[in-house]
C-alpha cells in the first residue's frame, strides 16, 4: 500500500485516464477469483443455505439500525435548528 502511495505521489501531475478502468477491471478479477475459491471450498458450498440466512439477517440488522440511528440524529438536529420535531 505504501508503495502505491509513493507512486501515487510520484505520478500526481499526470493525467491518467485509464486508471478507472484498469482499476475497476483488477476489482472484477479479483471478485471473479474469489469466487473461483469459494466454490473450490466444500465446506463453504455445504453450508451456503446456513450462510445465506445468517448473511440475510445481518444484512436486515444492519440497515435496520442505521435507519433508526439516522432517523434519531435527524431529529436531534432538527430540534437543535428549531424546527418541527
Known amino acids: 500500500m505504501f508503495c ?3 507512486v501515487g ?9 485509464m ?4 482499476i475497476t477491471v483488477l476489482i472484477w478479477a479479483l471478485l471473479f477469483c474469489l469466487g473461483v475459491e469459494v466454490g473450490m471450498n466444500p ?3 455445504n453450508r451456503l443455505q446456513d450462510l445465506g440466512l445468517e448473511a440475510l439477517v445481518l444484512c436486515l440488522a444492519g440497515t435496520l439500525g442505521s ?12 430540534k437543535k435548528k428549531g424546527g418541527p420535531s
Open 19 to 22: 486508471l478507472s478502468r484498469v
Open 67 to 78: 435507519l433508526v440511528l439516522a432517523w434519531l440524529l435527524w431529529r436531534i438536529v432538527l
Open 43 to 45: 465446506q463453504v458450498i
Open 9 to 17: 505521489w510520484l505520478l500526481r501531475h499526470r493525467q491518467l485516464t
Open 4 to 6: 502505491g502511495i509513493g
